[in-house]
């Protein structure tokens, strides 16, 4: 019998898909349907056999373009969709099914999160169309940032902006902090550790974590606060809206369009976001591209400092996302910003951990991982434990 989730990911332009078993060691199905809206969209993907395919869609919108990833998906009818949303606010603290209630809930947070939530809803939407007798199941970016406490989540505010507005930190990338530090937990032997994991990506988070839950995190109302990223910014003075529109007469899109695409390690070495071509770059002397790794990792590791005050014990780190995977040389410039933590790399076994693999990277001391995170197969088990408590 199939035991396949859809899991699905939608953005305004674009649908992120992977079909996954229950059992690791059936083949997924995966893909993108891109450019929806343009007369240009297609969808890319890889079939059972591991072959890659792409297709033209035309115009195709969203319905059209699950309709083709349907086609793709071999005969194999999910027995649920989990939908990836990214806002849940403070109503959703877990994996919910999904009704026209929920749906309602969600719409209400969009005010929180303008550019994701709208778009999750539009996909959302058109599967619930496809598949009206499937159960599906909204898995929250934030949710698991739920169980910070005040002390973490309050900013320095009036208090009328969190009870009227719902103005606070709510963190995201949940679903791969948490999947990364329950790897660590069973990869360790430590059931219930205290991990510090860092998602490093295009976009950037860190987290602490303490028997499987999340204590702290560097994103806060929204995915611009933390960490310095592809193209954002990460933390700046607060006072720096009111400087650049009153000095310069920036408009507040304006302001927001630098600080969210045109800052981060794009805007620090005016060349690229992409750190294996800055990392070729500063081969070659490249000065702004040296400056903008320094930046990032000097502001991960800070970060990483400063989220430990949130952990009764440190057992150690975890890196993840696209740079946290795959740049030994990210990961060494970070520990070694960290020295007074007991962290040890072992330099060799770092330079040897590539993309995909599960890693122990440490020389003695404080456990050091690399763990691929793993969105998609989260979002799937989420998805199967929700529905056997509504079964149960
Ligand atoms: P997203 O956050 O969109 O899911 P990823 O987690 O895939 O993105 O991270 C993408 C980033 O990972 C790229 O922009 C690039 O900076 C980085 N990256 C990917 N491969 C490498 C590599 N071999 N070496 C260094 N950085 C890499």
Known sequence: ????????????????????????????????????????????????????????????????????????????????VGHRIVHGGERFTRATLIDDEVVAAIEQTATLAPLHNPANLTGLAATRRLFPDLPQVAVFDTAFHQSLPPRAYRYA????????????????????????????????????????????????????????QSLDTSMGLTPLEGLVMGTRSGDVDPGLHAHLSRQLGWTIERIYEVLNRGSGLLGLSGLTNDVRELEAAEAEGHPGAALAIKV???????????????LPRLDGLVF???????????????IALLPHFGLQLNRTVNSETIRGQEGRIDAGGRQLWVIPTDEEGQIATETRQRLEETAA
């Open 1 to 80: 019998m199939e035991t396949s989730v859809l899991v699905i990911n939608c953005g305004s332009s674009s649908i992120k898909y992977a079909l996954v078993p229950k059992d690791p060691a059936r083949p997924r199905l995966s893909g993108l349907a891109e450019r929806l809206g343009s007369s240009n969209a297609r969808l890319k993907g890889t079939d059972s056999n591991g072959e890659t395919f792409e297709q033209s869609l035309g115009a195709a919108d969203h319905t059209e373009a699950l309709e083709a990833i349907l086609g793709r998906l071999e005969g194999r009818l999910p027995v649920a």
């Open 157 to 212: 505010l009036p208090e009328a902006l969190y009870r009227d507005h719902g103005i606070r930190r709510y963190g995201f990338h949940g679903t791969s902090h948490a999947y990364v530090s329950r790897r660590a937990d069973a990869l360790s032997g430590l059931e219930g550790g205290g991990w510090l994991t860092a998602h490093l990506g295009n976009g950037c988070s860190t987290c602490a974590v303490w028997k499987g």
């Open 320 to 334: 993840t996302g696209g740079i946290g995977e795959n740049s030994p040389l990210v990961r060494e410039q970070i």
């Open 296 to 310: 990032f990792c000097y502001s991960v590791a800070k970060s990483l400092a400063a989220l430990s005050c949130a």
